[in-house]
C-alpha cells in the first residue's frame, strides 16, 4: 500500500521509516554486542561463533580455519558495520549509498558463514531503501526495466503517510531509548500490536557446542548388546561426515530449539518429552520435520536423548566434526511405561 501508481514515486517519509527500521536492526545487535559478552570487547568472539551459532553452514568449517588475527579483524568490522554505518543510512547521498553497499556486502558475509534463517534476508530488503532508481540503473541489470513493467497499487493521500510516520515516532520512543539503555533489551516490542520493535543479536556467544543426539531401538528389553538407531535432524550437526547444510533463507525451527535444548535439562524443555512421544508414535506431521527416521515401517520400543560436545575438525582430519560424549540427556523412553503413558496423557501428547 505504500507504492504509487505506475510513474509515481514512493512517498519518502515511507523510505525514511524504513532507513529508520534499518539503523535500529544494525545499531540494536552493534550496541548489545558492547554491553555483552566480553568477547565483542577483546575482540575473540569470531574464534567460537563459526562452530558454536545455532546452525552452521557448508562455509562455516572454513571460517573457522581462519587464523585468529583474521577473526579479531572481522570483529572490528562487525563493531564498525553495527555501530558507525548505521548512521550513514541518514546521510547525503553518497554517503547512504556506501552506507547501503557495506550493509548488504556484510549480511551477504553473514549469509554465507552460517544459517541465521530469514534474518539477514529480511533485512537486505529493507536497506534496498537507502537506494534510488539512478543507482540501479548505474547497475545495468535491467532493474529499471523491471520495475516499471509491475504494476503497482494506486497511492494513498497524502495525509495518511503523515499520520503514519507521526504514528511510528510516537512508537519509537521507547525503543529508541532502550537503545541507548544500558539495561538493553535484545528483543522486545514496547506497544502491544508490535509495530515498532528493538532487535538485537548474538548479545552472547558460546564457547562450546553441545548436540542432542536422539536415538531408538526396537529390542522389547535394554540390554548392553542392545543397538540403537540415530535420528538425523535436516539442519542441526548429527553425523561427523555430513558437511552443514545450507539452509537459510529458510527456518528449520526444530533443528535452532534442539541447538537451545542442549543448552540446559530436558525438564526446562517439556516439548523434547512432547517430540520423543511423537517418534515412539512415528506420528507422520512429526517425522516430516527430520531427515531420517531409522524406523520406518514400526516405531522402535525406546527412544533416548544422549548429549554430546561437537567440534569442528582441523585441516588434515576427516570429516567435519569430532565429538565427545556428556552423559545422558535423557533416559529410554517406551509408550508402554505406563508413568511415562499417563505423562503423554496428561499432557494431551498421546
Not at 24 to 44: Q, S, V, Y
Not at 175 to 191: I, W, Y
Not at 341 to 347: E, G, H, N, S, V
Amino acid at each position: 500500500i505504500f507504492l504509487g501508481a505506475r510513474g509515481t514515486p514512493t512517498p519518502e517519509i515511507v523510505i525514511w521509516l524504513l532507513r529508520w527500521l534499518a539503523f535500529r536492526i544494525m545499531f540494536g545487535a552493534g550496541m548489545i554486542k558492547i554491553r555483552g559478552d566480553d568477547c565483542w570487547r577483546d575482540l575473540t568472539c569470531l574464534v567460537h561463533h563459526y562452530e558454536t551459532q545455532p546452525m552452521p553452514g557448508p562455509l562455516s568449517w572454513f571460517f573457522h580455519q581462519l587464523p585468529v588475527w583474521a577473526h579479531k579483524g572481522g570483529v572490528l568490522f562487525n563493531h564498525f558495520v553495527e555501530l558507525v554505518v548505521p548512521f550513514g543510512l541518514f546521510g547525503p547521498r553518497p554517503v547512504r549509498l556506501a552506507a547501503g553497499v557495506i550493509t548488504i556486502v556484510f549480511q551477504m558475509v553473514l549469509i554465507f558463514s552460517g544459517n541465521l534463517s530469514w534474518l539477514n534476508c529480511i533485512t537486505i530488503v529493507v536497506c534496498l531503501a537507502c537506494f534510488d532508481d539512478e543507482f540501479f540503473r548505474s547497475l545495468g541489470l535491467g532493474f529499471d526495466k523491471w520495475l516499471s513493467a509491475v504494476e503497482m497499487a494506486a497511492g494513498l493521500p497524502a495525509p495518511v503517510y503523515w499520520v503514519l510516520a507521526l504514528a511510528i515516532g510516537l512508537l519509537s520512543i521507547r525503543p529508541a531509548m532502550n537503545l541507548v539503555s544500558t539495561s538493553q533489551v535484545m528483543n522486545g516490542s514496547f506497544d502491544p500490536l508490535h509495530l515498532v520493535n528493538t532487535y538485537g543479536a548474538f548479545g552472547s556467544v558460546g564457547r562450546e557446542r553441545d548436540e542432542l543426539l536422539i536415538e531408538g531401538t526396537g529390542d522389547s528389553v535394554i540390554t548392553d548388546q542392545t543397538q540403537w538407531l540415530e535420528y538425523a535432524f535436516k539442519g542441526k550437526p548429527g553425523e561427523l561426515t555430513r558437511l552443514p547444510p545450507q539452509v537459510t533463507p529458510y527456518h528449520n525451527k526444530l533443528d535452532w530449539q534442539m541447538w537451545f535444548a542442549a543448552m540446559s535439562p530436558y525438564y526446562k524443555n517439556h516439548w523434547i518429552v512432547n517430540m520423543i512421544g511423537k517418534f515412539l508414535q512415528n506420528e507422520p506431521s512429526v517425522m516430516k520435520l527430520i531427515r531420517k527416521n531409522p524406523f520406518p515401517e514400526a516405531p522402535p520400543k525406546f527412544i533416548r536423548a544422549r548429549l554430546f560436545r561437537y567440534k569442528f575438525t582441523t585441516w588434515g582430519e576427516k570429516g567435519w566434526w569430532r565429538r565427545e560424549e556428556r552423559g545422558i540427556y535423557l533416559p529410554p523412553l517406551s509408550v508402554d511405561d505406563p508413568q511415562f503413558r499417563k505423562i503423554l496423557t496428561d499432557q494431551g501428547w498421546l
